[in-house]
């Protein structure tokens, strides 16, 4: 059985920015505290001005901070979400005795989970959207609203199999986050559309200013 971290990149990493160094502190306090075997930082080179990749940049604040005796793996070839959860399938190797948790922005959580179950479990559509209505079934039957629902999964998470995606508070404007939900709908639908997605991954090149 191996503890694994992974932690989903925000940009170029900056500890002066608050909300970014509060996410990579409380994902080294989970490594350390859970005594983690390994950890996967994910992120690429999406700012063109930038040497360093997304992961690369989190790694060089976050490694001094691990303990020691922790793997610190990048993946730095992904521009998307979708593309972080393939890229780090094979560095992963998923085992059923595993425990895996990903951190993620809280507004795309639900999405993340969506990628692991799509491209780490092989889970169809119909499964994926299975699983998710038997979960709001679930919840609802509780008597809970729609407003509870998305309190617990900012607050619990969401947990298939052996993986628990955890939600971090970035803190985005109203404005963002509904916005990333828009986003989080077309990326999604990208996975059962080989034209969609690679117009999507072209326009969030042009969106970072990356011409390759």
């Given amino acids: 059985m191996s503890k694994i971290a992974i932690l989903l990149g925000n940009g170029i990493f900056d500890s002066g920015i608050k909300n ?40 060089k604040y976050a490694a001094p901070l691990l303990d020691k005796r922790i793997e610190v793996i990048t993946e730095d070839n992904s521009i998307t979400a979708a593309q972080c959860i393939k890229s780090i399938k094979p560095l992963l190797k998923l085992q059923k005795s595993d425990d895996v948790s990903v951190f993620c922005d809280s507004v795309i959580s639900v999405k993340v989970m969506w990628f692991i179950m799509h491209y780490w479990f092989g889970l169809s559509r119909e499964q994926i959207e299975r699983d998710a209505l038997n979960y709001i079934s679930l919840y609802y039957s509780k008597g809970h609203n729609v407003e509870s629902l998305g309190k617990g999964i900012t607050t619990t998470g969401v947990l298939y199999e052996n993986v628990d995606v955890h939600p971090c508070s970035i803190k985005p404007s109203m404005e963002s986050a509904i916005a990333q939900q828009l986003v989080s709908l077309v990326d999604v639908s990208a996975l059962y559309s080989d034209g969609l997605s690679e117009e999507f991954i072209n326009m969030t090149k042009a969106r970072y200013g990356i011409n390759k």
């Fill in 20 to 59: 970014y160094k509060d996410y990579v502190d409380e994902f080294i306090e989970f490594a350390n505290k859970n005594k983690v075997d390994k950890v996967i930082i994910s992120g690429g080179h999406t700012n063109p001005k930038e040497k360093l990749s997304e992961a690369t940049s989190i790694k």
